[in-house]
């Protein structure tokens, strides 16, 4: 097991070097990486039903977690281990989302039964995903998928696990079938996809259950002994009862039960298979063959992995001296370097929002869109409403004596609905901001220099994120205050000047019903006079003196004058009779009916 460590830990390095050199941040999203295929660590196990694979995949990981039995695995499970020496051999720690809680392997293995048999009707190609910690288990990822001959799994779903050059086959055949093994389907679809086989460790199975079968343990030697079919010399294999899990699990007293319980199944390997070597029998010989694999693997890639470091590096080394080599070499240079790049990023940045391009669209469909579209959901109808109205001008009634009585209840209403506005604007920052947060991850990425240097690019996007945030809630405190600041804005005169518009649109509209009747009166006046003719038998002396009084009429029925740009003044003459003299005089006056003066 602790060559699987170290190997581990070679595997995590060199998915670095992978990653720098694809420009791309090996730890940009752990959420996401956790769920990804692993490069060398991936153990995919393949095998008809019943070949007991579960069991074997359990004796790995050292707890019987796994449902065993005829068809139980119905859908991939997918099961990432990480070796935590500061635990108990009895201890499991299940990790979901950055959060850890101890199980125990039943607990596990009942809730995998349920899901499965759900997944009879659910889509079969959905994998179970575990995260499982513990100090049983070496560093791997196991997939058990479901038996090949199954009618639920085809070439597709097996190709999604095994295709990657990297991921270790692991056939498992039950003894029984042993003599068959040239046939055998799922050592057909691990040639297919590893023909030379260098990423495939053969596992034969139940070997218990065949200890009376003679031919069955003659093929079981010579596989072992590399002595088997010719599609098999080329496959390291090993040989196993698989049940060395369930016994420890059954016999939890002891704290080395589980130690124990591998030795048991070694013994009992060693009286059934007695001239087999001993580094193909038990747990132990399959980590180890694992581990094998897993080296010779590495020994392929790493040749590449490191002739692109170099590649990488020499192509560093040449920007820098595009730069300039004494700049580089100070720490003013280096500053000068880290300020272009963020130059290059706020360039990137601000073409995202001026254009549009990206998610900078969206900044706009926030303003235009989906604001006023809150603002528009607002319950002003119900405020509004003139029963609601009326409520709150009588409930305001004489609250100040020294305003207009409903004053105080109509501006009260107005600071109300104001008031609901608060929320919509908060809503729109926090969208905006969301925005500008995809923005800034997309600028960075798009920024050519900053994929050089994947640590600053880290640093940029962090400072980027946190000034944001503070602007957010600095917004935030802004747009109410200006929400709070329009509700105050609302003073007495508004109101006032409103009943004075009113007042004066009145008076304009009786001004306009007056004049109209006035005209009317004399035009009809008019057509009565020139009807009028002189009788027979009438002096011409009493038609002037009927004129002359007609006349008099109309000149004291127009002694009223308007002037003034709307006609608010109004002029005339009172006649007062003097008691000294016996006779009329005029007293002249002007009126204005706005002040009432």
């Known amino acids: 097991m602790e060559a699987i460590e170290e190997l581990s830990q070679l595997s995590e390095s060199m998915k670095q070097a992978t990653a720098l050199l694809a420009d791309e941040d090996g730890d940009e999203n752990p959420s996401?990486?956790?769920?990804r295929s692993s490069t060398f660590l991936n153990v995919v196990a393949l095998g008809s039903v019943g070949a007991g694979k579960s069991a074997v995949l359990n004796s790995v990981i050292g707890h019987p977690v796994l449902p065993t039995g005829e068809s139980v695995t119905r859908a991939p499970i997918s099961i990432d281990l990480q070796k935590d020496g500061s635990l108990s051999s009895k201890s499991i720690v299940l990790q979901i989302d950055n959060k850890s809680q101890q199980v125990s392997a039943s607990a596990l293995r009942r809730s995998l039964q349920d899901r499965l048999s759900k997944g009879v009707t659910d889509n079969i190609r959905d994998e179970i995903y575990l995260k499982l910690r513990t100090s049983t288990a070496p560093s791997l990822k196991l997939i058990d998928l479901p038996g090949l001959d199954q009618r639920i799994v085809d070439e597709s779903m097996v190709g999604d696990?095994?295709?990657?050059s990297d991921a270790i086959l692991l056939v498992i055949v039950p003894a029984a079938q042993a003599p068959e093994i040239a046939s055998y389907r799922a050592l057909r679809i691990a040639k297919e996809y590893d023909g030379e086989g260098t990423r495939t460790v053969g596992v034969i199975s139940k070997i218990d259950q065949a200890a009376t079968d003679q031919k069955a343990l003659a093929a079981v030697q010579a596989l072992l002994l590399n002595q088997g079919p010719p599609k098999t010399t080329d496959i390291p294999w090993i040989a196993l009862i698989g049940q060395s899990v369930s016994i420890a699990s059954a016999q939890s007293g002891s704290e080395s039960s589980l130690e124990t319980a591998w030795k048991a199944e070694s013994e009992s390997l060693k009286t059934i298979l007695t001239g087999a070597p001993q580094s193909k029998l038990g747990r132990i010989a399959l980590l180890d063959?694992?581990?094998?694999?897993?080296?010779?693997?590495?020994?392929?890639?790493?040749?590449?992995?490191?002739?692109?470091?170099?590649?990488?590096?020499?192509?560093?080394?040449?920007?820098?001296?595009?730069?300039?080599?004494?700049m580089v070499q100070s720490a003013e240079g280096t500053r000068a370097?880290?300020?272009?790049?963020?130059?290059?990023?706020?360039?990137?940045?601000?073409q995202h929002i001026m254009t549009g391009e990206g998610s900078g669209w969206k900044i706009v469909a926030s303003f235009e869109g989906n604001f006023p579209n809150r603002i528009k959901q607002l319950p002003l109808d119900r405020h509004f409403d003139i029963n609601n109205?009326?409520?709150?001008?009588?409930e305001a009634d004489g609250y100040q004596p020294y305003l207009i009585s409903p004053e105080k209840g109509l501006r009260s209403l107005i600071k109300g609905v104001l008031e609901?506005?608060?929320?919509p604007s908060r809503l729109c920052v926090d969208e905006v901001h969301r925005v500008l947060v995809d923005i800034v991850s997309a600028s960075a990425n798009a920024t050519p220099g900053l994929g050089r240097y994947p640590p600053f690019k880290r640093e940029v996007v962090a400072i980027a994120s946190a000034a944001l945030d503070g602007f957010k809630n600095e917004s935030k405190k802004m747009v109410v205050a200006l929400v709070d600041m329009e509700r105050v804005f609302v003073p007495p005169q508004h109101f006032i000047r409103l009943v004075q518009r009113r007042m004066e649109?009145?008076?304009?509209?009786?001004?306009?019903?007056?004049?109209?009747?006035?005209?009317?009166?004399?035009?009809?006046q008019a057509i009565l006079n020139r009807a009028t003719s002189?009788?027979?038998g009438g002096s011409l002396k009493s038609m002037r003196e009927k004129s002359n009084q007609a006349d008099k009429e109309v000149q004291e029925a127009s002694s009223l004058k308007t002037a003034g740009p709307e006609g608010e003044l109004t002029a005339g003459f009172l006649s007062k009779k003097s008691a000294k003299t016996n006779g009329w005089s005029k007293r002249w006056f002007v009126l204005n009916e706005k002040t009432g003066k």
Request: proline share 2%; hydrophobic share 30%; net charge positive.
């Open 505 to 524: 649109r009145q008076r304009r509209e009786e001004e306009l019903k007056n004049r109209s009747s006035k005209k009317g009166n004399d035009a009809e």
């Open 389 to 394: 109205v009326k409520r709150i001008v009588l």
């Open 289 to 326: 063959a694992l581990a094998q694999q897993i080296r010779k693997r590495m020994k392929v890639r790493l040749p590449n992995v490191l002739s692109g470091l170099q590649g990488k590096s020499q192509t560093v080394q040449d920007e820098l001296m595009r730069l300039g080599e004494q």
């Open 337 to 350: 370097i880290a300020l272009e790049l963020c130059r290059e990023f706020e360039d990137k940045f601000l």
């Open 32 to 35: 996401s990486s956790s769920r």
């Open 161 to 164: 696990y095994a295709e990657h």
């Open 534 to 536: 002189p009788q027979t």
């Open 420 to 423: 609901l506005a608060k929320e």
